[in-house]
Each structure stands twice: as C-alpha cells, then as structure tokens.
Nanobody
C-alpha cells in the first residue's frame, strides 16, 4: 500500500511563488507515474501535470504550461510542484496522485491520492 502526503500549501499573494511537496511511503516498485491535480470550489478536478517516474519525462495540462513545474526525487520518493506567478484563480486544493498504469493525465487511472493541501491566492 502507498501513502501520499502533500504539504507546502498556504495563503500567498498574487504573483508569489510556492512549492508543494508530496512525500510517499509504502509500496513504490510498481509506480509508473505521479501527477498533480487541483480542485477549486464548485469546479471539477483539474489536471496540472504528471511525470513518468522512471524516465522523468514530464507532461502538463494545456493551461498549466509555463507557470507550473513538476519534478521528483527518485531516491526520496518525493514529488514536487513549483508554482510561479500565482493568480487568484489558482486557489484550490492541490492533490498528488500515483498510478500503476499511466504517466499521463487521466485521473481515472490514478488509484492512490493524498489528502490534499490548500492553496489560497489573494489578489
């Protein structure tokens, strides 16, 4: 079993930067990809980006390219999300997720999720 724990969220001002961390523990040998998603109040969950855990190839949602950067530390089994030039519309709960099937953005193929970390961007 795998456990994911996000951290690093908080209240920031528009234009600020923030880095989220997702620490993982447990069974990781069958991991294919990890991803970040977010969900704003009253909106559907949105794909931010994902990473091929083995090759470190990265993929991003169309609207996420440029301000968001995914990275991982293979030894520490940790996933990161760097966010720059944050906007109020980036407010939401940010989740990391693990997949044993994919490293692309189909959330249905991610079977382990963290509890989320809140990011609030004030204008």
């Amino acid at each position: 079993q795998v456990h994911l724990l996000e951290s690093g969220g908080g209240l920031v001002q528009a234009g600020d930067s923030l880095t989220l961390t997702c620490r993982t523990s447990g069974r990781t040998y069958s991991r294919v990809g990890m991803a970040w998603f977010r969900q704003a109040p009253g909106k559907e969950r949105e794909y931010i980006g994902s990473i091929n855990w083995r090759t470190e190839d990265k993929y991003y949602g169309d609207s996420m390219k440029g301000r968001f950067t995914i990275s991982r530390d293979y030894i520490k089994n940790t996933l990161y999300l760097q966010m720059h030039s944050l906007k109020p519309e980036d407010t939401g709960v940010y989740y990391c997720a693990e997949s044993r099937l994919t490293f692309y953005g189909n959330s249905d193929e991610y079977d382990t999720w963290g509890q989320g970390t809140q990011v609030t961007v004030s204008s």
